[in-house]
């Protein structure tokens, strides 16, 4: 590995985690994609990964998934599994932002909540490598679940445990990144302009 890897691990999906980088992090709640869609992204992940494959096909593959799954999110709207724009629980992450570069020296630079996913921009500060990025997150999981679970009278865990998450290697990646989160409600069909969105950082 090379740019100075601090980490570079493989669940699901690859996670490579690389000094004085941000990182476009994408999160959503348990139940929020359909098993069915689940199951034949995993197919087709596993027919790649039987074969020979070269760094280019796979990421070629992450992007088409992302871009799967991100279409599937944006179009379902069930209650049960999109509650985070709610009046009372979307304050809760975006106090949670706030507390975590507060305290932990990370910066999210751009994010908006959707209402069964959170999209996000960060990058650690030199205070903040003290803790890595799966390490933040697990924070921010971990309180939120808590903290929503009391409000919606729910027990159990409310987030998927592995995030979907890449560092930006240019600045101009950074700026497309940035534009992407800020239009997501609109490309949803949420709001017309995403001035109109209030649970968003850009």
């Given at each position: 590995?090379?740019?100075?890897?601090?980490?570079?691990?493989?669940?699901?999906?690859?996670?490579?985690?690389?000094?004085?980088?941000s990182?476009?992090v994408?999160?959503?709640?348990?139940?929020?994609?359909?098993?069915?869609?689940?199951?034949?992204?995993q197919?087709?992940?596993d027919?790649?990964?039987?074969k020979d494959h070269?760094?280019?096909?796979?990421?070629?593959?992450?992007?088409?998934e992302?871009?799967?799954?991100e279409r599937?999110?944006d179009?379902?709207?069930?209650?049960?599994?999109?509650?985070?724009?709610?009046?009372?629980t979307?304050?809760?992450?975006?106090?949670?932002?706030?507390?975590?570069?507060?305290?932990?020296?990370?910066?999210?630079?751009?994010?908006?909540?959707?209402?069964?996913?959170?999209?996000?921009?960060?990058?650690?500060d030199?205070?903040?490598?003290?803790?890595?990025?799966?390490?933040?997150?697990?924070?921010?999981?971990?309180?939120?679940?808590?903290?929503?679970?009391?409000?919606?009278?729910?027990?159990?865990?409310?987030?998927?445990?592995e995030?979907?998450?890449?560092?930006?290697?240019?600045?101009?990646?950074?700026?497309?990144?940035?534009?992407?989160?800020?239009?997501?409600?609109?490309?949803?069909?949420?709001v017309?302009?995403?001035?109109?969105w209030?649970?968003?950082?850009k």
């Amino acid at each position: 590995m090379n740019n100075e890897t601090i980490l570079f691990s493989r669940r699901r999906l690859p996670h490579w985690e690389v000094y004085g980088k941000s990182y476009f992090v994408t999160f959503r709640l348990r139940g929020s994609l359909p098993r069915e869609v689940i199951l034949n992204l995993q197919k087709q992940r596993d027919i790649l990964l039987s074969k020979d494959h070269n760094e280019k096909e796979l990421l070629q593959f992450q992007r088409e998934e992302f871009q799967e799954i991100e279409r599937v999110l944006d179009s379902v709207n069930n209650e049960d599994n999109a509650f985070l724009t709610r009046d009372d629980t979307a304050p809760i992450l975006m106090e949670s932002f706030d507390f975590l570069e507060e305290k932990y020296c990370w910066r999210f630079s751009s994010f908006v909540i959707m209402p069964n996913h959170v999209h996000c921009l960060c990058l650690a500060d030199k205070k903040g490598e003290q803790i890595n990025l799966t390490g933040i997150f697990a924070l921010l999981k971990k309180y939120t679940a808590r903290e929503i679970n009391k409000i919606l009278n729910k027990r159990g865990r409310m987030w998927v445990d592995e995030n979907f998450d890449h560092w930006c290697r240019t600045v101009d990646k950074e700026e497309s990144i940035k534009k992407y989160i800020a239009n997501n409600p609109v490309k949803a069909g949420l709001v017309q302009n995403s001035n109109e969105w209030k649970w968003m950082k850009k």
